[in-house]
């Protein structure tokens, strides 16, 4: 079964991503490189970057001429002369940041901005291949190949074709997906543990089920690995994680638009993923990105919104590598949305307007507010149709059905409280 498994992801992965092995083994050699060398793979992917952004990139050609930079004798240093750019920025000037080249493959890939606009941009095969080879990389520091038998704490998208592809991919992936809390579901799972190589997904998804566990733990002598992604992971996740699995949760750090920005080794330690990104701070220890990959549409200074810090200590890691480390980071905060007798993922809420967006090119600014169980206000920034309102409430109903009692209040502002925008806030304490 194993072979058969092994033999589908990599028939699979080399039909879709035909330069991931050869990534991952460049990979597998780059993490034993002295810092100076890392560093050495960073100046000259970015010095590729600029010089074919500056030949077929709208946005950057532009700059490149303005600014008077010297493409050809370009160096680390002179990274600072390029903008920064926020998500928003992103959105506004997608146009002229597409890159116009025919690249041999490309994915369309959507992410959601901080009040629920979408994002949807290119990614080339070269950046796609390269963030799915840094992820078996981090997979690979523990022993664990991406076919094995896992579960996946995902969303699922309740389109009903694309749920079809989903359940598809998740055969040929061997994984077991799980998207809603309830405890029927988990219950299920609880049988399918002992056989179980990783787990993956929502960090608070994976505490719900480390908290069903018996006394002493599950049975789960095969798992080698349990990973968090996506929110943040607080530390009574990781007393409920230890005691329910004998492990607790390592975490993976990026973003859609920045790919894989850190993967935890087996010391516990975020080591930044030196040879596909460069990470910068501000004086707020405000994270920004560069991809190094991103030709099709430019990753260059972003800031994702995150405040980290760095752990001086970072390059005498156990494990040898010499790739910085994060220690902390903080931004990232996992909220659930209550209903009677279910918990959701905020994320849900995100997934109702990118249908939306995605079905009838309509984009709606929301934020969720809840103080009471089974009660949410969606906030929007204007009037809402009685067409839209209608489609709102349609797809409401697919996740929310018989749970959550919603009240749509329009023209509000969003930016009460000030800080950064958030799409769901809350005052009941769940985490
Ligand atoms: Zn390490």
Redesign the pocket.
Known sequence: VEAFYKWTFQFFAKFRNPSLFSYFNELKVSENFKYEELAGIQLSKFQELILFLSKHNDFYSKHIEIEQIDINNITLDDLVKFPIMTKEQLITNKTKLVTRYSFKKVFNCETSGTSGQVLSFPRNEEWDSFNRASIMRGYSWFDVNMWEYNFYFWGYNFNSTKRLKLRFLDFLLNRFRIFDYNTKTLEKVKNKIENVVFIEGYSSMIYELAKLAPKGGYNCSKLKMVKGTSEKIFPHYQEEIRKAFGQTMISEYGAAETGIIAYE?Q?G?M?INMEGVIVELDDYNEIIVTNLNSKSFPIIRYKLGDTIILDENGLD???G?KHPVIKEISGRVGKNIIGKTKKFPSLTLYYVFKNIYFSHNISINYQGHQNDIGKVDLWFDRVLTKKEISMVQIELNKYFADEIFFTLKFQMDFRIGGGKLRDFITSINNS
């Open positions: 080794c010391f330690k080591h890691c156990p494990c590598k």
